[in-house]
């Protein structure tokens, strides 16, 4: 590992994936009582097994923030309830109003995280579907290509960009390394 | 009463998003249109009647399942609506 | 409550019956593999369905594990097709 954690990270990390873990065995057990004893047994060896494969990041986080996804969720649950009714109207209507366009969309967001966010949420947008990632450039299929789709997926760019902390990390990693 | 009513009414819009997906599978003209019906539609649909049995479930054990379900399959979804679609592409231009 | 949640879950598979059209018309793969994803949702939805019309909790699990399935399926076929390519 390039930085090193002081301790306490690993504890702390250890904690939360084991609560998270013995969440997902409630859940699993759909909150039957009995089991508890397992199942908190088997939650530490899974978050144990999970350090090594997946170290607690450096700050800031390489994920999306709580805070992020909070502002983020309501948008794309009202934006892809949209998506499905805007396809289910073309779907039923008898004379199918589709006008098929593919344009290439330039991505302003960071490789990794944010990038696969954007293309994986567009796809459930409105009219919007991410074809392939060439360079910084997305290959973007239409549903209907009339209007200003550019604007529309800048729209949905800053708000992928709202749910990441801007990585200064990385981006230094990437140039030095 | 109120719950079961509404859970109703979840489930049954569900099941019209989801013959919306199938319709638009069987109709829309090409492999890529395709794809938008069969994502976005059955998303919906499967969230809608997911949402409308974690009414009917009468535990938040039993909702949180639901939900977690409902993420996996839109995950899986739409990673593979842009799968399916880059490589229809590609195929294509060979 | 529970004939509705039946009837829903017959609606669910008739769109799969529905899907084998576009497996059996194709004409790309990727049209059949698409059918194929219509069959992983529409089914979890009809096990979901099934698990609360008969009170039977495990189905919920069995469509659990068929959502963690399509991820895997998916990869695969894109995987093998695109080596296949090559």
């Known amino acids: 590992m390039r930085i090193s954690l002081p301790h306490h990270r690993y504890v702390t990390a250890l904690s939360w994936r084991t609560l998270l873990a013995l969440w997902l065995w409630w859940i699993l057990a759909e909150g039957e009582g009995g089991g508890w004893g397992f199942g908190l047994a088997f939650a530490l060896l899974a978050a144990l097994a999970s ?26 649950l009202w934006q892809s309830l949209q998506g499905g009714v805007d396809v289910a109207r073309r779907a039923f209507h008898p004379r199918l109003p589709l006008a098929p366009a593919i344009i290439h969309y330039p991505l302003s967001l960071a490789p990794g995280w944010p990038r696969i966010f954007f293309l994986n949420t567009i796809s459930l947008l409105p009219g919007t579907l991410a074809v392939s990632l060439q360079g910084d450039r997305v290959q973007v299929h239409l549903l209907d290509g009339r209007g200003d789709p550019h604007k529309a997926l800048r729209q949905v760019e800053e708000r992928v960009a709202d749910l990441f902390i801007p990585h200064k990390h990385a981006m230094d990693e990437k140039e030095n390394g | 009463m109120i719950l079961a009513l ?20 069987l109709r829309f003209p090409d492999v890529l249109c395709r794809i938008h019906a069969l994502t976005k539609a059955d998303n919906i649909g499967l969230g809608l009647v997911a949402a409308g049995l974690a009414l009917l479930g009468g535990s938040w054990a039993v909702a949180f399942k639901l939900l977690l379900i409902w993420l996996l399959v839109m995950a899986a979804g739409t990673t593979a609506a842009q799968l399916v679609a880059g490589h229809s592409q590609a195929e294509d231009e060979r | 409550m529970n004939t509705l949640l039946l009837a829903a879950a017959l609606l669910l598979l008739l769109t799969i019956l529905a899907g084998l ?16 994803q219509l069959f992983g949702t529409s089914g979890v939805g009809t096990l979901l369905l099934l698990a609360e019309a008969w009170q039977q909790p495990a189905l919920r699990d069995v469509a659990l594990i068929f959502a963690l399935l399509a991820v895997l399926a998916l990869v695969a076929f894109v995987r093998l097709r695109h080596e296949g390519a090559e």
């Open chain 2, 6 to 25: 509404l859970a109703t009414v979840l489930i049954g819009a569900g099941l019209i998003f989801f013959i919306a997906g199938t319709l638009g599978l």
């Open chain 1, 51 to 76: 350090l090594p494969l997946l170290p607690p990041a450096p700050w800031p986080p390489l994920g999306p923030t709580l805070r992020g996804l909070l502002r983020f969720i309501p948008f794309f």
């Open chain 3, 21 to 36: 059209w576009r497996v059996v018309r194709g004409p790309t793969a990727a049209d059949r593999m698409l059918a194929a």
